[in-house]
């Protein structure tokens, strides 16, 4: 009997982040297209860019280097809940043979992240199964928003960035401007 080929394993991106990230945007593991890009959301049908661009008033079709320097400027990083996986295709559906990411050494590591934003069920789910503990922190707010996926296509643009706002809103709490 032979064992059924999954593929071949699939390594996430290093994460997104830096000593003035405030708040974590949790994915659960970058597109194909994202993959050979090197990007994280690099399909352009993805509407994370666009969320981002409005909140923080930059061009989200700017080279990526640029939206990636405003990102962490305006203290958000961003990272994955898979480190390495199997899939076919792009879909979390498809998503076997996960291996999680170490959020906590991440958060050990930049204590003045404060707040979780999860990209999608998905995101959240898979946080819950690999890393429990992060929802039970007390200093740690963790919160679902909907999938910026091109894949979620009943929530319009606009709705998208009405929900992700609330980002704003973490980011404005004057405990998060000290730093260190």
Known sequence: MSAIDLGPVLVGLPPLIDERS?????????????????EYYGNPQNHFWPIMGALFGF???APYSERTRNLLHN?????????????????????????????????RDFPEVRHVAFNGGTASRTARLFAPDL??????ECERFPSTSPRNARLPLAAKIEAWKRIRVWLEDPELTKVG
């Open 59 to 61: 061009d989200s079709r």
């Open 75 to 107: 203290r958000v990083a961003v990272w994955d809940v898979v480190a390495e996986c199997q899939r076919e295709g792009s879909g979390d559906d498809a998503i076997t043979e996960a291996t999680p990411n170490s959020l906590s050494n991440l958060l």
């Open 135 to 140: 929802f039970e922190q007390d200093d740690l």
């Open 22 to 38: 405030r708040v974590l945007v949790l994915g659960s593991f970058p597109s194909k297209l994202s993959l050979q890009k090197r």
